[in-house]
């Protein structure tokens, strides 16, 4: 080994940086990644969809089996060597959409979150709409009056 070889080999144990590989072969073990993850990386996914609004599930869906829906999203865990993940998704649809577009939005969004995030199988989204939401609208057309109202009065 010459001098420069050395050298930069005492670099970067200076910097920090491991220059040999860990050897795994022999590790055994699971990883499970829990409920309220995945719940917060489909929250992520149907927020990033336009036109959608996390809705109330309601009565009945919180009465069913399972765990309750938080911020419009409930997760079924099913045991396994391979978990596979229910998410049942409660929406707002935007005015003026096309609710089957956006829905289909909201499961391949979900769907390709979760799987990228966990290595997960997704077997189902579901996607129930509770309602339609306005309020763009009404923000726009309230603030506009108030804006033209000023303009006369100057």
Not at 56 to 73: D, E, H, Q, S, T
């Amino acid at each position: 080994m010459d001098n420069n070889e050395q050298t930069e080999i005492s670099n970067y144990e200076q910097e920090g940086i491991e220059t040999a590989t860990a050897d795994q072969t022999g590790l055994e073990g699971k990883i499970r990644i829990s409920e309220e993850v995945i719940s917060q990386l489909a929250i992520k996914a149907l927020l990033s969809v336009d036109g959608i609004q996390p809705a109330n599930p309601g009565l009945m869906a919180n009465l069913r089996m399972g765990r309750k829906a938080a911020n419009g999203v409930r997760i079924s865990i099913s045991d396994g060597e391979s978990p596979e993940i229910q998410v049942d998704t409660y929406v707002s649809v935007k005015y003026s959409l096309r609710i089957p577009d956006v829905c289909w939005d909201v499961q391949e969004a979900v769907k390709d979150q979760i799987e990228r995030y966990t290595g997960y199988t997704v077997k189902s989204v579901n996607v129930y709409v509770q309602g339609i939401t306005f309020s763009e609208k009404q923000t726009e057309s309230g603030d506009a009056p108030a804006a033209d109202a000023g303009a006369e009065i100057l």
